[in-house]
């Protein structure tokens, strides 16, 4: 069982910067692969960033590549997501979540991920 609390949501201006960061419980964190997905208001429910299980690859949407930046400190439980040059349109409800799941594209999938957060309001305004 992996628990998964998240922080660092907020209201930035276009062009700021924000970190989220995802706190786990569980003796699973190191095993899970960790995932940062987001809901833009009238929109589903999208991915973002995944990260292995030693933090050594990561993958990101198309939309946030070169912007924003996953990592995680298993010493720590914790995995984070940098957002760098933020946009109006990276506003959105964002999710952290675990996975027991191995490889692309299965990671790219919400069904992938068998634990969530809370879910964390990130607002960009122009």
């Known amino acids: 069982q992996v628990q998964l609390v998240e922080s660092g949501g907020g209201l930035v201006q276009a062009g700021g910067s924000l970190r989220l960061s995802c706190e786990a419980s569980?003796?699973?964190?190191?095993?899970?692969?960790m995932g940062w997905f987001r809901q833009a208001p009238g929109k589903e429910r999208e991915f973002v960033a995944t990260?292995?299980?030693?933090?050594?690859?990561?993958y990101y949407a198309d939309s946030v590549k070169g912007r924003f930046t996953i990592s995680r400190d298993n010493a720590k439980n914790t995995a984070y997501l940098q957002m760098n040059n933020l946009k109006p349109e990276d506003t959105a409800v964002y999710y952290c979540?675990?996975?027991?799941?191995?490889?692309?594209?299965?990671?790219?999938?919400?069904?992938?991920?068998?634990?969530w957060g809370q879910g964390n309001q990130v607002t960009v305004s122009s």
């Open positions: 979540g675990a996975s027991r799941d191995r490889g692309l594209p299965r990671l790219l999938l919400l069904d992938a991920y068998n634990y």
């Open positions: 569980g003796r699973t964190f190191t095993s899970s692969v």
């Open positions: 990260i292995w299980r030693s933090g050594g690859t990561t």
